[in-house]
């Protein structure tokens, strides 16, 4: 890998992680119109830990709190209905999903899941979920002629059902063109939550996944002689400070904004994807790495 492959890819993947529009589908088809190899399922995961530590940094009070909470309440009863110290336990139980996934998986998530069609059909059918999520969570925000808004719910009203839900929604992005935002957030949509407490929740909940799983990557990267550390370490540089301006510019987008761009972007995409296929013009495999 080049240092510019590795600073355009950085790129995309801080714009694309936070964002619903699937940043693993994004490096796979920015390195197969590119002309390049696949960066890979070890290069994704690595440069998360850039863009999980931008999460860390940006919601570092939040952290803070519902790690010092959840700690006190190991050993004090009392601050077990905590709010906060709930809280911890609820990313822990959302995160059981991914993890338990992502090892069963490994195989097919490194190989077949990474065919374009797959792809393609994941950006067009999840955009399509997450439209409708926005149009119902619209509907509640602002009532109609005959009914008045509804309130929806917040992170208070959080409990392990929903939890393990949100979890479940986050390992469907397991799949290149799901998106992890896209899932757990439409989720959050279907289930009644505000736009501004499933997109926390979500972000909350991708970090031990995403720390664990850049480990576990690490781990084997290390004892390889496939990967080119330098490229690869400023590669997950520049996703962190990409990845920390879009937490920033999303968190106020989504208070107000529809999700629709989003959406109308994942389905055109999608479909020429799907035309570049079917026509020849770009293989379901093209860039796919052979090691």
Not at 111 to 122: E, N
Not at 153 to 175: M, P, S, W
Not at 176 to 202: C, D, K
Request: charged share 15%; net charge positive; with cysteine.
């Amino acid at each position: 890998m080049s240092w510019f492959e590795s600073l355009i890819l950085g790129l995309v993947q801080g714009l694309t992680e936070f964002l619903p529009v699937s940043s693993s589908a994004h490096l796979r088809l920015t390195a197969a119109f590119s002309g390049w190899k696949d960066p890979g399922a070890a290069f994704t995961a690595i440069t998360q830990i850039g863009t999980e530590a931008a999460v860390l940094i940006y919601f570092r009070k939040d952290i803070g709190r519902i790690i010092s909470a959840w700690t006190r309440s190991l050993f004090n009863k009392e601050m077990r209905g905590d709010h906060d110290a709930q809280m911890g336990w609820l990313v822990i139980v959302g995160s059981i999903p991914i993890g338990v996934l992502g090892v069963t998986l490994k195989d097919q998530i490194e190989g077949p899941f990474r065919d374009l069609r797959i792809t393609a059909t994941m950006l067009i059918v999840v955009g399509i979920v997450i439209g409708i999520a926005d149009r119902l969570a619209a509907r509640d925000e602002t009532g109609g002629k005959h009914r008045a808004p509804k309130q929806r719910k917040t992170l208070e009203n959080l409990g392990v059902r929903d939890g393990l839900i949100f979890g479940l929604c986050q390992a469907c992005a397991l799949i290149p063109g799901v998106s992890r935002s896209g899932a757990t957030i439409s989720g959050g949509l279907f289930m009644g939550y505000r736009r501004e407490a499933a997109a926390r929740y979500s972000f909350l909940l991708a970090i031990p996944a995403v720390l664990a799983s850049g480990v576990f990557e690490l781990k084997d990267a290390m004892e390889s002689d496939h990967v080119s550390w330098g490229p690869t370490i400023f590669a997950t540089v520049i996703a962190f400070v990409s990845g920390y301006a879009v937490i920033a510019w999303f968190m106020k987008f989504i208070s107000n904004k529809s999700f629709m761009p989003f959406v109308w972007y994942r389905i055109a995409l999608g479909i020429v994807i799907i035309a570049l296929v079917a026509t020849g013009s770009l293989s379901p495999h093209a860039a796919e790495s052979s090691g």
